[in-house]
């Protein structure tokens, strides 16, 4: 693993990760299962290529919230930390909630938008996709 430019974990500190390398992508999600899972009406998340992140603390518990997503939280204080796909075993997203500082990542992008909650606005000119629109 090369030079360590991020580093994150849970709420309690349970779990730690680091991170070698830029993100591939960001943004927001506004789809259902992120809302439900985060408890919040829109997600921030980064995409990382798997192979440069290390968890360094702790082991997160894992939980199949779809039929092709799996989001992995601390079993100690449920903070949810990553997201996989199966048919993208060489990525990891991760919520840019659980940095040490989140303000180093921007979101570039909003996706699921056709979820969006009516009540949370959008004042930014990020590119917005529905769940049927690509974001790439």
């Keep these: 693993m090369s030079e360590v430019l991020i580093e994150g974990g849970c709420h309690c500190g349970a779990i730690r990760y680091r991170i ?17 899972t985060s408890g919040a009406p829109v997600l921030a998340w980064a995409v990382f290529p798997i192979a440069d992140m290390e968890i360094i603390g702790g082991q997160p518990k894992v ?5 092709h997503g799996r989001r992995h939280f601390c079993p100690a ?3 949810q930390l990553f997201f996989t796909h199966e048919e993208a075993k060489d990525i990891i997203s991760l919520n840019t909630g659980s940095l040490n500082d989140p303000s180093k990542i921007a979101p570039r992008v909003h996706i699921w938008t056709d979820r969006q909650v009516p009540w949370f606005q959008l004042d930014d000119d990020l590119p917005r996709y529905g769940k049927d629109e690509p974001a790439t």
């Design 63 to 67: 939980y199949q919230s779809s039929q």
């Design 77 to 79: 204080c449920g903070s």
């Design 20 to 36: 070698s390398a830029d993100p591939i992508d960001t943004g927001y999600c506004h789809c259902l299962d992120c809302q439900k």
